[in-house]
Each structure stands twice: as C-alpha cells, then as structure tokens.
C-alpha cells in the first residue's frame, strides 16, 4: 500500500491543538506555531492533516518547503512561498529584483497577506524551516508580529538543530516574542504498534513489534523498515534485513541496474528539486537516455514529481544515498555539477555549493565566491559572511583578492551581529604582511560595518589605525576620513570632527569617489548642528542629498536625507523635515539599505515628539527598538530607548522610565559602549522626576560636560534649556544654571530665526531671574513656533509668575490653555499636573477629568484611538500609515498596546468594540 497516505497515527493531541487554532484564526484571531522534531518524526505529515484541516474549514492555504539549498539564496524560501500561490502569486514579483529588495518585497507581502486575510482567513505553512535563506529568516521576523492582528494562522516545522543558523535563530526569536512551540515526540509502543498493523494490514506478532522498536519510534524509518515484510500470514523478519535505515536504502538499491545507481549518485548532489536535463549534463549524457531510469525510481517510489521537476521522496533517503558514496565520488560529482552550471552561465551563488563542497581546484576560487558574495550579501550578509569563511581555505595566499574577500567577511560579520569573530578575522589577516593598503582596506571594512551598528569609539579607533596605511587622496583615504568624521561627532568631539570632514570632502574630489563626498559633507552637516549654526547644518545637508541624487545608487546608499531632516527639525521647520524623511524611507525600500533603518526610527520619533504627538513618538521608538532585535544590532536600541523613557516620564511615570533606561544601560555597559546624549539627558530627567539633589547634581555634571564640546542637547530640543535651569535651580548650582543661559544666548544669536530657540533662551532666563517679561516673551515665541509641547511648558511657567504678581485670572487662564496642550499631546503626568493646580483655584468649575484607566476603551491614547478606529473600517497597516505619517510598524505598536488595553486579539473584535462604542455616533478621528 502507499504508506505515505496512512492515517496520521499518535499525533492526536497536538493535530487537536492545531485544529483549535484553525478554529481562533477562522474567527479572526491569528497565532503562529513551531512544530519541532528530528527527520521523519511526521513533521510534513502533521503539516498535511492541518492543511486539509484548513480547506475544510474555508481557510485560504498557502505552503511551501525549505530546502537545504535555500540557506545560500537570498529570499528564495520566501519567494517560494508566495510566488506559486493562487491567492498572491500573480502580485509576488518573481524576478532577481526580489534578491535585491528584501524590505520592498517583505513590505508588499505583507500587505498582500493583510488584504486577502481581510477577505479570507489564511494558513501560511512552511516545511523544514530551518533551511530558510537569511533574508527571509529576517523576512519573518518582521512579517509574523507585524501581521499578528490579521487572522493569520503562522506554522513552521524545523529541526532541532544545535548549530546556529540564521533561520533557527529567527524561529527561537518568535518562540520568544509569543510564538507556541510544540515538540513531536517518537510515537508510542501502541501507536508503533497501530502503525505496523496499518501498513501490514494485519495485527503484527511479538516478532515484528520486535524488529520495530529498532525504528526509535520515528514513523518515517518504521515505515521504510516494513516495506520489505509480507502483508498476509504470520510475519517473520528476515535475518539479512539490516536495523538501520541508511544500510537498509542501501540493500534496496544494490537490485538497481548500474546506470541506474550511477544516476540515482548523481541526483542526490543537488539537494533540491532538479530536471533531468541538469542531471544528463552532470553525466555527459543525452537526456532522452535517462527516461526509463527516471521512470523506474519513481515507480519505485524513489523519486516523486514536482511539476517539472523531481525530487527524492524524502530527504532521508536522498541523505542515505549522498553519505554511502565514498568522499572523493561526492567530491567529484560536485565538481562536475559547479561546471556543468558554469557553462550554463547560472549564478555564482549555485556554482559556489558545489566548489565548496568539491574542494576547489576546477576554477579561480576566489573569483566566483566573490561574484556569489555580490549577489548574496546586500540582503544576506550573515550567509555571505560563512561563504568567504568557508572559500578562504580553498584560495591560494598569492590571490590578490583573498585580502579584499577577507576584509569583506570583517564588514559582512559585523553587519551580521558577529563583531567579535570579525575583529578576530581582521587581526589575524593585519598580521600577515599584508601591503598597507590593503591592511586599510580591511580596516575600512570593519570601520563601516562598526558605523552601521552604532559602535562610535570602535569606529575612531580602527580609522586611526588605518589611514596612515592608506594611500593619500584614494578612495580607501576619503571612505576612511568620512568614518572618522562620523565616529567624532558622535562621540562629541566636535572640532577634530570639523577638520576631519572638511580633510574628507578635499580627498574625497581629488579621487573622485562620490560615496565619500556625500558622506563626508553629511557629517559637516552633523558638525555645524552640533556647533549650533543650524542654517549651516541645513545647507550642508541639503548639498549632501543634491551630492547623493546626483552620484545614483552609491550616494543615497549614505542617506543624506536623514542629516537634512535632522537640520530642518532643528529649525522648527517640520513640515519639511516629514517630507524628506518620506524621501529617506522611498531610498531604503529601494536600495534595500536595512541597516539605515533604526536611526531613521530615531530621527522620525523626535520628529513626532517635536510636534506633539508623543504616543506616536514612543509607538516610532518602540518599532525601532524590535527591528533593532531583528537586526541583532543592539548599540542602535540605545538612543531609541532613551526618547521612549522621556515619552514615559510625561505619560506613563518614573517607573516606567526606568525601565527603558536600565535596558539601555545595559547595553552600554555590556558592550563598554560610551553613553549617547539623549541617553545622558534622559537619565537627568529621571533623577529630576525623582528629586534626589545629589543624583540630579551628578547627572547634571555629565550634561553640562558634554554642552562644553556640542550644542547638539540644546539644538536637539531646546525644551532643555528651561529644564536645565530648573534643576540647575532646584540643587542650588546657580553656576550651572547661568553655563545654560548663556550657551542658549549664543545660540538665539547665531539662529535669530528659529523662534523655539529664542523662546527657550529668554524661558530659561526668565525662570532664573524671575522675570515675568522674559518668560510673557518666551510664551510669543513659542506660538510663532511649531512645538505644542514647549508653548504648553512656557505657559505653564509663565502661569506661575503672574500668580505671583497676582494676576490670579491671566494665571487661570494659562493654566487652562496649558492643560489643553499638555492633553492634546498626550502628556497625562503633565496635564493631571495642571489640573490639580486648577482645583485649588477658588470660583473656577470643576476641571474636567481625564481617564487613568490602564483597560478598557478609556485607557486608549488619542494616537491609539486615530489607529483603531482607521484599523475597524478595514485599512491595513500600511493603509493606516499612509493616513497618518506613521511607519507599519508603528502602527503595530499602537494595535498591539490597543489589543492588550481592551482584552481582545483580532481585528474583528476590535471592528465590534469600536462600533459598539461609537454607535450612534458618527465616526471623527480623535
């Protein structure tokens, strides 16, 4: 009988998990699942019964399988998936542009999955899921939590490997963000029993139960094992029957003719689906020759068809044959298949398995692993890091390009999250009389992947060490000097910054290398706000990105737009800074820059923070701080953390605070990482919530520091200048306070018309002389200004002095306007500050309250109200993003704290909540 369509037997109670799960996403609540257990355990068939499950209860399926082949194609797995699907498939683009645009592609498919489970409710299976390629291990990192609120039913099934991967790591991290792990278990004694009597077709003897415990329990070797005994009589197992599975495929195909075994030899090199032409040129053979033999194995339920493929029945099998054959056949036959595809003009990345797995020798070795590491490591830098590791070996030391590969695997390992093994490659090839500038080539490397990931110091040391071996006024020279002006300004040290990029720009046009020029003018554009001469910063800014438009590819690759924004914001002009961080996120879907994401959260989140929206700032830094986990690139969580602190000490508590600066902290001291400054600044402000006069005094040291080397604090946010003084005032250091008020003089002069800039200098002033003018012309300034939050915190000053003066109705009534500001900007500690002010006012009506609920619809933000209400009528997330200048993933952020305040898990109950809530009112955007 064809044992392959038996009952699943023994895998009754997890196949009834899974079908409870069906039942939840069919009613609009989506899960993933992770189904764990070594080959032939009845992982694929498990996933069968839950497809079939899924027809019948009018889900819309779509599954594919890994293969182990997909680890060296980036998006392969995932293209898969998606591309023969009835349901996406004519909307998936199937083309290379897939390879080389992981986050275009990992965003359309997202809202691809997002509408048609509006429509359907969906099971997306993957088999063998440990095979996945990186880039799409990466993929489903961002797609399963981003879709965790569509009725999405997520099922993988993967080995227990002990080796790292990229894809076991990116199902471990979904284990731990929610993930349900099951574990398939060898089946029972009654079970293996039931099995055996299944494929028998009767009740097996003493004898036969005997010959299959020797399986372990796994149903695939059970069921390979009783294919050669008698379906009627008493069974009794022959003796020459071997006990194990790779022995035992290899007894069957001893009957197989020679040719035969020869070709089966052949086939079992491809470790994926394969035609038979690709087979008959391995073998120097006409293709009409291998017909009947092709025939046969699959007759012999040796191979099945895939459309116009084959492929061995399992994996086992194949696995059987390919060990049984001695190394250097396995050697040779690899050999062959590299220049077999060679000639047939395939990649370098199919080519380079089989030169691996050949030992090399047939070609230029390095050659071809580089082309392949070209293809692989923009969306795959982890896999492309191993394949130099594992093709260094393999090339001769006279190779001129085994330093540049090795210096590439240094910047390709750090990018991976791997920096200790790339600081390990870099010295162990610095120290093999290497030509000087190739030493600095390989420092270069490890500089930009350093930048990247956002460890600065680490940057200024390598660059140090590099440009004296790099030649004067080459590429390698200006690529360097634009690190190491990079890697200043962001440790603070502003003028050998300066100098540093202004040395970058003139190397840079001497050798004529436009990525350098771009970069080096970004960082003049980061030294003059970091000076306070933000018409400069916007200047130069704005001829980093005319630099970058003009050069293609290879100067938006350095993201301009981000130093422009930053200026612009600087200058209150937010409008401006929106529209081109909009550009940015255009590029990076482009150009497939991932890396360049999580300081583009940072740069949107004080963007959004600036206008007021601080729930939509902290939902922007919480999305930055997952990818930055997707990423493994944790010193660019720090900053992220730090605005998300401040966001809470308005809205949520100190407590709350905390606790993103602890996480913070951590990751600073893990990786004896110098402290940024809005980390600084946020843990000053955490002191200050506190009131601890010598903690705050200690903070305050370390602030004021760092203001005497960069403006970047005050320019940043010139809400400091006024909070600086108040502590300054509040522990007695008048010094201190005075240091604030004139940097914030010097800066309203050289900025005379950034109105936030000279409201927040004459605030501070007014706060430290207790001068009611200064404080009434702050207030004018900030309503010329464009920052809700600053107006609401200088109203509330200025209250204060009038009272003072006893001008007890003007006091009231900035009072007033200041609560309404703090609430529209969802700054709760800060509005309940304002109304309990009001209460003692005598005369004045009851304050309205606002709702310090944690559940239910009234514990919902205004930003998390605008989500859910867009969410209900049906828009995805991208849709809702568009709507609001949001990222998706910020959007997620609000769904997912929205879905835990009001106890629910689907968008369909979210849809019934909110119109249960707003009948019969008409819908208005909160």
């Known amino acids: 009988m064809d044992t392959d369509a038996l009952p699943l037997i023994g895998r009754e109670r997890v196949l009834g998990e899974s079908r409870e799960l069906l039942l939840q996403v069919a009613e609009g609540a989506g899960n993933c699942v992770v189904v764990e257990g070594s080959a032939g355990i009845g992982k694929s068939r498990l996933l069968q019964e839950v497809e079939a499950e899924s027809h019948a209860l009018g889900l819309g399926v779509i599954s594919s399988q890994a293969v182990k082949l997909d680890k060296n194609t980036p998006l392969i797995t995932l293209r898969s998936l998606f591309r023969s699907c009835h349901l996406l498939g004519p909307q998936i683009p199937a083309g290379p542009e897939l390879n080389t645009s992981t986050l275009w592609a990992v965003d359309q498919v997202g809202e691809m999955i997002a509408q048609q489970a509006r429509k359907q409710p969906m099971l997306i299976a993957l088999d063998d899921a440990h095979w996945a390629d990186e880039a799409t291990a990466l993929a489903l990192r961002v797609l399963v939590p981003a879709l965790r609120s569509e009725p999405v039913l997520w099922y993988f099934t993967r080995r227990p490997y002990p080796i790292r991967s990229c894809a076991q790591e990116a199902l471990d991290w979904l284990i731990g963000d929610g993930a349900q792990k099951r574990q398939l278990e060898p089946l029972s004694d009654g079970a293996v029993a039931q099995l055996c009597a299944e494929v028998l077709g009767t009740e097996p003897d003493e004898a036969t139960l005997a010959y299959a415990a020797r399986s372990g329990g796994n149903p695939f070797l059970l069921r ?139 070609v230029d070795v390095a050659t071809v692993v580089k082309r392949a590491v070209q293809e692989i490591a923009p969306a795959a830098p982890n896999t492309g890091a191993d394949l130099i590791l594992r093709s260094l070996p393999l090339i001769t030391e006279r190779s001129p390009i085994r330093a540049e590969l090795a210096a590439e695997a240094v910047r390709l390992l750090v990018l991976a999250g791997r920096p200790a093994e790339a600081i390990e490659l870099g010295q162990r090839f610095r120290g093999g009389g290497l030509p000087p500038n190739t030493e600095a080539m390989l420092l270069l490397g490890l500089t930009e992947a350093l930048h990247t990931v956002g460890e600065h110091a680490a940057v200024i040391e390598h660059t140090v060490l590099a440009l004296p071996r790099a030649k004067s006024d080459s590429m390698v020279r200006a690529e360097l000097l634009a690190m190491h002006a990079h890697g200043l300004v962001s440790v603070g040290d502003i003028e050998p910054a300066a100098a540093a990029a202004t040395n970058t720009v003139h190397v840079a046009n001497r050798a004529r290398t436009h990525g350098a020029l771009v970069c080096g003018t970004g960082a003049r554009s980061r030294v003059s706000l970091a000076q306070g001469d933000i018409a400069s910063a916007i200047r130069y800014g704005a001829d980093a990105v005319r630099l970058g438009d003009r050069a293609g590819d290879i100067g938006r690759t350095r993201h301009p737009r981000l130093h422009l924004a930053a200026a612009l914001t600087a200058a209150d002009r937010l409008g401006e800074a929106e529209e081109e961080l909009g550009r940015d996120e255009q590029d990076v879907a482009e150009l497939e820059t991932v890396w360049s994401q999580p300081p583009r959260y940072l740069c949107r989140a004080e963007l959004l923070f600036a206008t007021g929206r601080l729930n939509d700032a902290a939902a922007e830094a919480e999305a930055g701080i997952l990818l930055t986990e997707q990423l493994s690139a944790e010193a660019l969580a720090v900053p992220l953390l730090a605005l998300r602190a401040v966001v809470a000490l308005r809205a949520d508590g100190v407590s709350a605070a905390w606790r993103h600066l602890n996480r913070a902290q951590e990751i600073v001291e893990t990786g004896r990482r110098r402290m940024p400054d809005l980390l600084v600044w946020a843990r000053l402000l955490a002191e200050g919530a506190e009131g601890d006069p010598d903690r705050i005094r200690l903070e305050l040291v370390e602030v004021l520091d760092r203001l005497k080397r ?49 409201g927040a200098a004459a605030h501070g002033v007014g706060l430290h002389r207790r001068d009611v003018r200064s404080l009434r012309a702050a207030v004018e300034h900030y309503r010329a200004g464009s ?82 209400r867009l969410v209900a009528e049906g828009l995805t997330n991208r849709e809702v993003a568009n709507r609001l200048y949001l990222s998706p993933h910020t959007v997620d952020s609000h769904l997912r704290h929205s879905f835990a305040k009001l106890g629910i898990t689907s968008r369909v109950e979210l849809a019934r909540r909110v119109m249960t809530h707003d009948q019969p009112a008409t819908h208005a955007n909160t």
């Open 224 to 362: 390979e094992m009783l294919r050669g005994l008698p379906v009627d009589g008493p069974q009794e197992p022959p003796a020459a029957m071997t006990p194990t599975f790779f022995d035992a495929v290899g007894e069957r195909m001893q009957d197989l003719p020679e040719d035969t075994r020869r070709a089966l030899d052949a086939m079992t090199v491809f470790g994926r689906p394969f035609g038979v032409h690709e087979v008959a040129a391995l073998l120097g053979r006409p293709a009409v020759d291998l017909l009947g033999t092709v025939a046969m194995l699959v007759d012999a339920e040796v191979l099945v068809e895939q459309g116009a493929k084959l492929s061995f029945r399992h994996e086992l099998i194949r696995e059987a044959l390919y060990h049984r054959m001695p190394e250097p056949t396995r050697a040779t036959l690899h050999q062959e298949a590299a220049s077999v595809l060679a000639q047939h003009g395939r990649s370098a990345t199919e080519q380079v398995k089989h030169l691996l797995l050949s030992g090399g020798g047939w």
């Open 787 to 868: 920052q809700p939050v600053l107006l609401a915190h200088g109203l509330e000053d200025l209250a204060a002095a009038e009272a003072d003066l006893g001008n007890l109705d003007q006091a009231t009534e900035l009072l007033i306007e200041a609560e309404s500001g703090y609430a529209r900007c969802d700054a709760l500690l800060d509005a309940a500050r304002m109304r309990a002010l009001l209460a003692r006012t005598p005369n004045l009506p009851e304050p309205r309250r606002q709702s310090t609920r944690k559940t239910g619809w009234g514990s919902l933000t205004r930003a998390e109200l605008r989500v859910v």
């Open 710 to 758: 960069s403006r970047s604090l005050l320019v940043g946010s010139p809400e400091r200048i006024p909070v600086l003084v108040r502590l300054a005032m509040q522990v007695g250091a008048d010094d201190a306070a005075a240091q604030v008020i004139a940097a914030a003089a010097e800066l309203g002069r050289r900025n005379p018309d950034v109105h936030v800039l000279l």
